[in-house]
T-cell receptor, first 117, second 115 residues
Framework: GAGVSQSPSNKVTEKGKDVELRCDPI?????LYWYRQSLGQGLEFLIY????????KSGLPSDRFSAERTGGSVSTLTIQRTQQEDSAVYLC???????????????FGPGTRLTVL | AQSVTQLDSHVSVSEGTPVLLRCNYS??????LFWYVQHPNKGLQLLLK??????LVKGINGFEAEFKKSETSFHLTKPSAHMSDAAEYFC?????????????FGKGTTLSVSS
């Protein structure tokens, strides 16, 4: 079956421009996560969606970052007024979130490599 | 709060020799622990997971890890390294009490395998 897909695979933009990154989770997965992988910072959690609940935005580094998930499926991560420090690989993951106490294996997409010039 | 510490940023082994990648965790709750692998220019792949069942967990490609609560460790091992094992390895913790909680990643260990 299809895994998590992300687009674009690579994005080069100029400082100050806005960018949108897309994630298509595995069908039926109710939980969706965004992470950022950058040199020196490792892998950082950004935001988490679970069903129709309000998203957990605790990992977003600034108010220039936002994300939405439409219809409980596709998600878009938007970075406004990009800065050079935003350059990183942005990873999306999805999981089936069952009852409380159940572990949640997350399946990762290939990532979008963002370069801000 | 949960956290993981990978004790080595880089490990080098010869092909055919054992692999040991060390990880210590901290968790206020009964944790779920994972090892993920990332090959160059590839996505993250789950190697194995511990979810409060057997403490010795077997994963793909001959890797295994042992959960030791007394030592708060979850080291990854493999009896005999192969060239294709060269990659970045991440030890990961998730709070088992709360479905859908974000994963907390260690800084990663780069494994190099020489012939």
């Amino acid at each position: 079956g299809a895994g998590v897909s992300q687009s674009p695979s690579n994005k080069v933009t100029e400082k100050g421009k806005d960018v949108e990154l897309r994630c298509d989770p595995i069908s039926g997965h109710t939980a969706l996560y965004w992470y950022r992988q950058s040199l020196g910072q490792g892998l950082e959690f950004l935001i988490y969606f679970q069903g129709n609940s309000a998203p957990d935005k605790s990992g977003l580094p600034s108010d220039r970052f936002s994300a939405e998930r439409t219809g409980g499926s596709v998600s878009t991560l938007t970075i406004q007024r990009t800065q050079q420090e935003d350059s990183a690989v942005y990873l999306c993951a999805s999981s089936f979130a069952g009852t409380s106490g159940a572990y949640n294996e997350q399946f990762f997409g290939p990532g979008t490599r963002l370069t801000v010039l | 709060a949960q956290s993981v510490t990978q004790l080595d940023s880089h490990v080098s082994v010869s092909e055919g020799t054992p692999v040991l990648l060390r990880c210590n965790y901290s968790s206020s709750y009964s944790p779920s622990l994972f090892w993920y692998v990332q090959h160059p220019n590839k996505g993250l792949q789950l190697l194995l997971k511990y979810t409060s069942a057997a403490t010795l967990v077997k994963g793909i490609n001959g890797f295994e890890a042992e959960f030791k609560k007394s030592e708060t460790s979850f080291h990854l091992t493999k009896p005999s390294a192969h060239m294709s094992d060269a990659a970045e390895y991440f030890c990961v913790v998730s709070a088992a009490y709360q479905a859908g909680t974000a994963l907390i990643f260690g800084k990663g260990t780069t494994l190099s395998v020489s012939s």
